[in-house]
């Protein structure tokens, strides 16, 4: 429970409702002029004030993490047995669909090789000497079905087209990036082995980044996909992000009894990178608020509170709501718009409760 100020402490206090434009309540001055003569504490520089009663966007506070779009990471994997040789990117280097990243030595990849040579070699030959029509397209046939062994193995269609033109084997397979994107992280060392399947890098692209977030009991019924989450981090202050809903989990968490939701936001400039922080507000339509300078708010740990005059005692209660411009709180549950609120002092009568 929070703990009350009674007002006979406040001795000499001028309460004045400023902000809100009225003059002060009426038992409120009552109540300071009687208390006067038993304290010797000076407080004039509080005032308090009756919040104002206006209509908002309605909000929700989230926090929550950024995190990669699983959508848009791909693995650069071994298509067939070797020796790592060159790599050509390492961790956090971009690169684009297509690039090399890597060679491998591999006698499956060079026996693979020969057979398209030979291959095209037999299909040459039918083709210059007249050959029956028949056997010139069962050439042809065995000719696309190495080529095709060659793609499964890895080789991009401009690595054949160079074998066929030369018609020399290359030494190294290239293994090429599959997306464009960053370089997140590199599995294996020049001259380590591969296998079929084994991983060589990750690869993803971070012109799209989920956000990562929880909402309680009282928000589930507002939630909609679309809808538009303003966020900001720590990370780089005074900036601003957008972001809209994708996903609503289809269970609470058994956990911490929250509703799990995940936002697609676009980083086009790169600005924002996976694992920062953020902290913001979904819009999930409008509803009447009772609005306070941010100055009556005191925000501790993960909860806002405000200090009330209840009668002839201060008292901190909390609140819900959020920000709305620089200066200004919109506050969307937990005070009325008859209680008189302290907006200046707010601190340090928070500090005489003893609590924080």
């Not at 060659?150 to 090429?176: F, H, N, Q, S, W």
């Amino acid at each position: 429970m929070c703990k009350s100020v009674p007002l006979r402490i406040a001795a000499y206090m001028t309460i004045a409702v400023t902000w809100a434009g009225g003059a002060a309540p009426a038992h409120a001055a009552a109540a300071a002029a009687n208390a006067a003569a038993d304290t010797s504490f000076s407080a004039d520089f509080v005032k308090t004030g009756l919040p104002l009663q206006q209509r908002v966007a309605d909000t929700i506070p989230i926090t929550g993490k950024l995190a990669l779009d699983k959508r848009q990471t791909r693995i650069a994997a071994a298509r067939v047995a070797g020796r790592l040789g060159r790599i050509f990117v390492f961790e956090g280097q971009s690169v684009h669909a297509g690039e090399p990243l890597a060679e491998i030595y591999s006698p499956d990849f060079i026996s693979a090789e020969n057979e398209f040579l030979l291959a095209k070699r037999f299909r040459d030959t039918l083709a210059a000497d007249g050959s029956d029509a028949e056997l010139r397209s069962d050439a042809d046939i065995t000719l696309r079905s190495a080529a095709n062994k060659l793609k499964v193995l890895g080789a991009a269609p401009a690595d054949i087209a160079t074998l066929e033109r030369r018609a020399t084997i290359a030494e190294y397979l290239m293994v090429r990036a599959p997306i464009s994107g960053v370089v997140t992280q590199r599995n294996v060392d020049p001259g380590g082995y591969l296998n079929v399947g084994d991983a060589l890098m990750s690869l993803a692209n971070l012109d799209t980044l989920w956000l990562f977030a929880n909402t309680y009991d009282a928000d589930y019924q507002y939630l909609k996909l679309g809808q538009l989450l303003a966020f900001e981090t720590p990370s780089l202050p005074g900036e601003r992000f957008s972001g809209q809903i994708a996903f609503i989990a289809p269970s609470i968490d058994p956990n911490t009894h929250t509703l799990p939701i995940r936002c697609d936001v676009p980083n086009r400039d790169f600005r924002l990178r996976p694992e920062m922080f953020v902290r913001g507000d979904l819009k999930v339509g409008e509803r009447m608020a009772l609005i306070v300078p941010k100055s009556a708010v005191i925000h501790i740990r993960d909860s806002d509170y405000v200090i009330v005059l209840d009668g002839k005692q201060f008292r901190r209660v909390p609140v819900r709501g959020h920000a709305i411009e620089a200066n200004r709180y919109a506050i969307t549950a937990g005070l009325s718009a008859q209680v008189p609120v302290v907006t200046d002092g707010t601190l340090l009568l928070n500090e005489m409760t003893g609590e924080e």
